[in-house]
Structures are given as C-alpha cells and as structure tokens.
C-alpha cells in the first residue's frame, strides 16, 4: 500500500461504534467534524498491547489520521483528548452515553455536515459526568436538540406546562454548548422528560438496542 503524505487526512472526531475485522483488526466507525460519518479499518488493534487498542474503543474522541485508499480509509495514527473514561466505571451512564452513539450513528451520513451532531454529541457524552445533572435530564435535552438539528422537532403541545415549553425553547435556541446550563424544577424536569420520551417514540424509526437498557 502507498502511503504517500497526499493520501493522508486528519479529521476530528469521536468513535462511535467499533467490531472485528478479522483476527487481529478492528472496523471502527467515526463521526467527524470534516467528513461527516465514515468507516476506518485498524490494523492490529486486536492484539494485546496494541497502541490503537483504547483509541479506537467507544466514545474516544480526539484527532485521527487516516490513509485515503480506493475504498476505504485506514487509519495511521489517533491523538485522542478524551477517553470519556467514567463511562467505564459507571455502568448506567455508559447505558445513555451508547443511547447517544446509536442516536448519532442513526442521524449522520458520510460527507454531510454534521459538525452540530458531533458538537452534541460531545457535551452530551460530558454532561453525563456531571453529578449535579441526572441522567434523565441529560438524556431528554440530548433527544430534543438531536432532533431539532435534524429538522423534525414538532411544536410543543398546548396541553404542556409553560416551564416545558420555555426549556424547549431555551435548548432549540441555545448553541449545542450551552444546551445543557440550565435547571428546571423537580416537577417541570419530570414533565421535560416525559415530554422527550414522546416526541423520540414518535420521531425514530429504529429500535435502539441501548434502550432495552434504560427503559
């Protein structure tokens, strides 16, 4: 294989699925910044030691270098920034950090620009860490700007409580990063959520394996 330096690109962005391929290598899926969603093949990541093997693992979020083949890319080297590594050590916030990968996954494509859904999926992902915020509450704004970025979120029904409609209209005006800072009462939070539940239920058209999980 050639690898000529006008093959190689670096893109930002985070691994939102890995699998094998073959013995000893892996097939992971990125979503970037630059490239949309695309599907890179690692060589030896399998193997014991191998210095792609956490790189390359879900919710790895950093610089990837990749070679441009005919077909595919591979890639060359990763500098990643954050292993999200508390999705390790709690199983129920790793539960809704995958809920966040498959909703990603589910809403990007290759060469489309999807720099917002890469945006939120990253404070999503780091606004689980926070212990101030509930995973519920988390996990209904994420579902609420994801399809809002989307182009599908539907008016918020009449027969719902003012603090909801003033939280929907603070994420759908909000930039992704600011999205998350704000708190609700414990009855209008309840009210939000439940309200995400029904907008998501009615707006996927997948049935995400992450939530057999949750729910």
């Known amino acids: 294989m050639n690898n000529n330096s006008d093959n190689l690109i670096t893109v930002t962005g985070m691994v939102i699925k ?13 979503l970037t910044k630059e490239k949309g969603k695309i599907t890179a093949f690692v060589k030896g990541a399998r193997r014991q030691n191998s210095a792609y093997g956490a790189a390359t693992n879900p919710f790895a979020f950093g610089k990837f270098t990749l070679y441009v ?19 390790r050590d709690n199983i129920q916030m790793a539960f809704y950090g995958m809920y966040f ?29 926070n212990p101030m915020l ?20 539907p008016p918020v029904a009449d027969h719902y409580a003012n603090g909801v409609k003033k939280a929907v209209c ?6 992704v990063n600011k999205v998350f800072s704000f708190k609700l009462s414990e009855d209008s939070e309840k009210e939000l959520i439940a309200y995400a ?9 997948k049935k ?5 999980l949750l729910d």
């Not at 890995?18 to 290598?25: A, C, K, L």
């Not at 539940?197 to 058209?205: N, V």
């Open 18 to 30: 890995q699998e094998p391929s073959d013995e000893y290598d892996k097939r992971i899926v990125l």
């Open 69 to 87: 083949g005919r077909n595919s890319y591979s890639l060359r080297e990763a500098v990643i920034d954050n292993y999200f590594e508390g999705m």
């Open 101 to 129: 990968l498959e909703i990603a996954d589910y809403y990007t494509r290759e060469n489309n620009d999807d720099a917002d859904m890469l945006r939120l999926l990253f404070q999503g992902v780091r606004t689980l860490e």
């Open 134 to 153: 509930s995973f519920e509450f988390v996990r209904a704004v994420f579902e609420i700007k994801s399809i809002q970025i989307n182009g599908e979120l």
């Open 170 to 175: 603070f994420i759908t005006e909000s930039p």
């Open 197 to 205: 539940k029904d907008i998501a239920s009615k707006t996927y058209d």
């Open 208 to 212: 995400f394996t992450s939530l057999d």
